[in-house]
Each structure stands twice: as structure tokens, then as C-alpha cells.
């Protein structure tokens, strides 16, 4: 194999995620989350976005219409990482769930970023996070230093 590098700009532009019931996704994603709905494709598949890009999130019952859950212990997506702009949104994130009493799977430090975590509605893992800023991150021997611990869940609430 070559040494071939991809470019430092690629970038994730959206994920697609089989849902059972497209309303019961959407209410969770924009209702809960604040994602705006952009399109749709009929009543089988629906098109989110922050910002107004075209979509981050692509819903879909093509396969999925009414079923239940991917096994836990099979190969697939673990979660869908969204990422907050600044440590303060995620902090209203993090509030919105607590006020929805939408339950919470984890929260953790990376060092790199601070994350938390839960389910979709078709349980499908979903992280909400934020980076800390490129300089603050621990970089030993070219290598990035990455860690889980226990997330300040009380500091992260008081911004």
C-alpha cells in the first residue's frame, strides 16, 4: 500500500440512520435536540441540518418501518457523534435532556472534549460534545493523549 494520506479538510458531511417511526425520530432530533427539518421524501425519509446545511442527519423507514432495535452485539454504528461549537451548548444540551427527563446512558472527559451520551428512540447512540481548544490537548510523543473519565457534570451545569 502507498503512503497515500487523506486531505486534513475532509470533514463527515452527514450520517443516515434506519429508524422504525420517522415522527417519533423527529420529534427526538429536532423536537428534543433543536435540529431543523430541511426535506423530506415522502413520508418514509426526512433530512435534518444545524445552520441550514442541506443535512447532517438523514432519517429513513426504507428498511426499518416499524421494527425494532439493531442488536446490541453486532456489527454496526456505534453512535453519532454530534458536535457543539462551545462547552456552554452542549451545557444547554445537557439541560434540555435533564428537563425532558430523557435518560442519560454516560458522560465522560476525553481530555479532548467532554461528551454525553444516550439513545435514540431506536437505540442508536447518540453523543452530544463539545472540543476543548487544539492547545489545550496533552500530545505525547506525537501521539494525541485521549482518556474516559468521570465528566464535572455539576461544573458543565453552572455555565
Not at 15 to 38: A, N, P
Not at 68 to 92: F, M, N, S
Request: glycine residues 8%.
Amino acid at each position: 500500500m502507498d503512503n497515500y494520506v487523506i486531505p486534513a479538510q475532509t470533514r463527515i458531511g452527514h450520517v443516515h440512520l434506519k429508524v422504525s417511526d420517522l415522527q417519533r425520530s423527529l420529534d427526538f432530533y429536532c423536537g428534543l435536540l433543536g435540529f431543523q427539518l430541511t426535506n423530506t421524501y415522502g413520508d418514509q425519509a426526512a433530512f435534518i441540518s444545524a445552520g441550514g446545511y442541506h443535512h447532517h442527519i438523514g432519517l429513513n423507514t426504507w428498511h426499518s418501518k416499524d421494527s425494532g432495535p439493531a442488536p446490541e452485539r453486532a456489527p454496526g454504528l456505534y453512535h453519532t457523534a454530534i458536535l457543539y461549537p462551545e462547552r456552554k451548548d452542549l451545557a444547554a444540551a445537557l439541560r434540555r435532556l435533564i428537563q425532558a427527563k430523557y435518560p442519560i446512558t454516560g458522560a465522560s472527559d476525553h481530555g479532548v472534549s467532554e461528551a454525553i451520551y444516550l439513545d435514540d428512540p431506536d437505540k442508536n447512540g447518540v453523543e452530544l460534545y463539545w472540543d476543548r481548544p487544539q492547545a489545550e490537548w496533552i500530545v505525547e510523543n506525537g501521539r494525541i493523549t485521549m482518556f474516559t473519565k468521570h465528566l464535572d457534570v455539576e461544573g458543565l451545569l453552572a455555565l
